[in-house]
């Protein structure tokens, strides 16, 4: 992904697992540093003991809120 970020001016949300081992959370931070320096909309959220896959309830819920919030404001208008 990295390779083409040059490219990407869609705004971004990445949510990430902190124990993520399939793609370590250094990938999305680099992802996101990558995009704010180029002025794209973008935030991170990384979740504390979530491996790839968001698990646990709470941090299930504050997923699903942060997408649509993120949907209501880019694609919604």
Not at 22 to 35: C, D, F, I, K, T
Not at 41 to 60: A, L, N
């Amino acid at each position: 992904a990295m390779r083409y970020v040059g490219q990407v001016a869609t705004p971004t949300l990445v949510l990430h697992g902190g124990n993520d081992t399939r793609v370590p959370v250094s990938q999305g931070w680099e992802m996101y540093n990558a995009l704010k320096t180029m002025g794209v909309p973008t935030k991170m959220v990384v979740y504390p003991r979530e491996p790839h896959g968001i698990g646990e309830y709470h941090h299930q819920r504050d997923l699903l809120e942060r997408v649509l919030g993120w949907f209501d404001q880019y694609v919604k208008g």
